[in-house]
């Protein structure tokens, strides 16, 4: 048989049975939309294909069936060739329905898909949380929804350029409190609830919004768990410690514009998590495996604690910050340090430039390139400090460009960018 007729095959039996699990009874789940990746994490996501969750083995369907009792040899013959003929979306949706037929399939499949870093690819929604390719930046774009204050992070060149094989990567909404602003980032554009299982973090903002901290529903890894210090409410009586809110992965700030002088903003981005070796040849960045799902709901207050003070731990604090560089040094971790590369003031056109090399096209104050940023002690390379690690800016209304390389992964370049679109009268 050709390998395009298992492909189809594999195609029509998941979805007759993620048919008959739509219309089995007793059964809400609402109709993703087909740019959407299915997000993992122990519940079972309808799609196409059926339902697909490479993190948990809830969602994986029986070891029954023809496909099921394939030889191991044979089985990763075939996902290693659709693997190597879908190195981009849509085509890349025939390996994600070799992980949705069996737990067999499945293995085997999450064997043969390398991480960003390694094949350049995103196929999962856990490679959404994973470093992206050191050679080449992976390219995306941003599309801002004004009316209903969301955001949507697509990759792609462009909207004009990819059209409908776009793919939706991530989501986010604008959420404005009296004393912060908040970005709640999601897998899908319909569910922002940090109690859903599509919740991946979020961005919260101070007053000013001149300082930012990025909170990730998961630690990067076990080992940085202490690091990332989680931001939840303790209580003396009912301490959740199995349920944080999330963790503080990243801070920036954007530096105040006291004078009123022209200029782009200047920003710095701290990543606690990623250690300032990463950059370095031979270094590594922190890559989970598998995406978790965390508690976010409060825990219900027990008659004994009445009258009892919790205590909040938040990463927007300096106090809370500074604990959380300590424990870093602690383990020999400099953070690596974004700054956002200072651009030249061009005479003829009256504004500042970057060579942005044609993915900008729109003059506008969010526009930056950020880049790493290290003491003369650490005896980083020129040629490291001039790479750049991560690009935003403007193409067109509401429409923006990212692109984001090692050691960022999506999420984190995400998340950065947002901070962008908040209001800042006093950075500019």
């Known amino acids: 048989m050709l390998f395009k007729g298992v492909v189809r095959e594999i195609r029509d039996t998941m979805g007759s049975k993620s048919k008959g699990r739509i219309n089995g009874k007793g059964m809400n789940h609402h109709r993703r939309g087909r740019a959407h990746i299915a997000p993992e994490g122990g519940s079972e996501v309808p799609t196409q294909w059926g339902s697909c969750s490479p993190g948990d083995d809830s969602g994986v369907n029986e070891q029954h069936g023809l496909w099921a009792t394939l030889p191991p040899e044979l089985l990763r013959d075939i996902v290693q060739r659709i693997e190597a003929r879908g190195t981009s979306w849509p ?30 690819c995103l196929t999962f929604p856990i490679s959404l949380k994973q470093p992206g390719p050191r050679d080449s930046p992976i390219q995306c774009f941003i599309k801002r929804e004004r009316a209903t204050s969301t955001f949507q992070l697509y990759l792609g060149l462009s909207p004009a350029l990819s059209g409908d094989m776009s793919k939706l990567l991530l989501a986010a909404k604008k959420v404005r409190k009296a004393t912060s602003t908040e970005f709640r980032i999601s897998f899908v554009g319909t569910d922002f609830s940090q109690a859903s299982r599509t919740f991946v973090g979020k961005l919260r903002s101070n007053f000013l919004g001149t300082k930012f901290s990025i909170h990730d529903n998961q630690p990067p890894c076990p080992e940085l768990q202490s690091i990332c210090m989680p931001r939840r409410k303790i209580n003396p009586v009912q301490a959740p410690s199995s349920c944080p809110r999330g963790y503080g992965v990243a801070t920036i700030v954007y530096e105040l514009n006291v004078l009123r002088t022209r200029g782009p903003r200047r920003m710095r981005c701290t990543m606690q998590t990623i250690p300032i070796s990463s950059v370095l040849e031979g270094g590594t960045a922190p890559t989970p495996t598998e995406l978790t799902h965390i508690c976010t709901e409060q825990p219900s207050r027990s008659p004994s604690s009445k009258g009892k003070k919790t205590v ?11 604990d959380s560089m300590v424990a870093s040094e602690s383990v020999g971790r400099d953070p690596l340090v974004l700054k956002n590369k200072a651009p030249r003031w061009h005479e003829q056109l009256q504004c500042w430039c970057l060579n942005f090399k044609g993915r900008v096209t729109v003059a506008s104050v969010k526009n930056f390139q950020l880049v790493a940023h290290a003491e003369p002690s650490l005896n980083l390379p020129p040629e490291e400090q001039e790479k750049v690690i991560l690009q935003f800016g403007k193409i067109g209304k509401d429409i923006f460009t990212m692109d984001y390389r090692y050691p960022l992964s999506a999420f984190q370049a995400f998340a950065i960018c947002l901070s962008s679109f908040d209001t800042k009268p006093a950075c500019e």
């Open 91 to 120: 085509a890349r949706r025939d390996v994600v329905a070799c992980a949705a037929v069996c737990r067999s399939w499945r293995e085997i499949t999450k064997e043969i898909v390398k991480t960003p870093e390694q094949c350049c």
């Open 312 to 322: 909040i731990v938040d990463l927007c604090s300096s106090s809370s910050l500074s």
